[in-house]
């Protein structure tokens, strides 16, 4: 499953925050690092069985075959605008920074310049309230005690999701391993908006030119 690179790979997640649910103003390497540890506590958890791992073409099977766990979305509006799972809950894990300091509008600049333009991912904090927001989207859920499937785009996000919310009490938790992206047709049955739940991640330059593609029939 890859689960050493995704620890790795999650921190890059936190391009930047002033402020995380676990306190005001950490400077961005310690939020990172403190990411990079949430998810790989979170991986252990995985390993140990305390949190399912349910890969995409089971998560039917999870949601509606008699199990009932509920989706968790933590991707940001603009991915969950794309495509999502009809009757999941949402809280994003990470949301839009607005900041506009000289010092991030330096950082946003190179963002765009380099990456932002051709993958479409908008510069980012993380959500102080994460966790106070997902108690309150569950509440009807039983709460804490309410069997949460968490996903994302790639599955690193609700990593980090996972592992904070493991921290706040939840117990019947599960994670959607690689993400919506590894999703094929037929995975999640209701799902609503413009684009394939597998490639609502995708934006930018990089989601015209997957509109070419999917146009002349070179992927599906």
């Known amino acids: ?18 402020a995380s649910s676990h306190g005001p103003g950490l400077p961005r390497s310690r939020v990172r690092a403190q990411a990079t540890s949430w998810a790989g506590g979170a991986e252990a958890l995985v390993r140990s069985g305390a949190v399912k791992a349910v890969r ?17 979305d933590v991707r940001p509006e603009w991915e969950r605008a794309r495509a999502s799972v009809r009757g999941s809950a949402h809280v994003p894990l990470f949301e839009g920074d607005d900041d506009m300091g ?6 946003k600049w190179v963002h765009f310049g380099y990456i932002g333009l051709w993958t479409g991912q908008a510069f980012t904090k993380m959500n102080e309230r994460f966790v106070d ?12 005690d309410a069997k949460l499937l968490v996903a994302c785009g790639e599955g690193l996000r609700s990593l980090i999701a996972v ?12 994670w959607l391993a690689g993400g919506f992206s590894k999703s094929a047709d037929g995975d999640f049955p209701d799902v609503e908006g413009e684009s394939k ?11 015209i030119f997957l ?5 002349l029939g070179v992927v599906k």
Request: proline share 1%; with cysteine; hydrophobic share 50%.
């Open 1 to 18: 499953m890859a689960m050493g690179a995704a620890a790795a790979a999650a921190s890059t997640c936190c391009i930047r925050s002033r």
């Open 56 to 72: 995409a073409k089971d998560a039917a099977a999870a949601l509606g075959g008699g199990e009932g766990f509920r989706l968790l």
């Open 102 to 107: 000289p010092v991030t509008l330096l950082k």
């Open 133 to 144: 927001d997902v108690t309150a989207a569950v509440a009807a859920d039983g709460g804490k």
């Open 163 to 174: 592992r904070m919310l493991y921290d706040d009490g939840y117990r019947n938790l599960a």
């Open 197 to 207: 739940l597998q490639y609502a991640t995708i934006g930018g330059v990089s989601y």
């Open 211 to 215: 509109q070419i593609l999917l146009l």
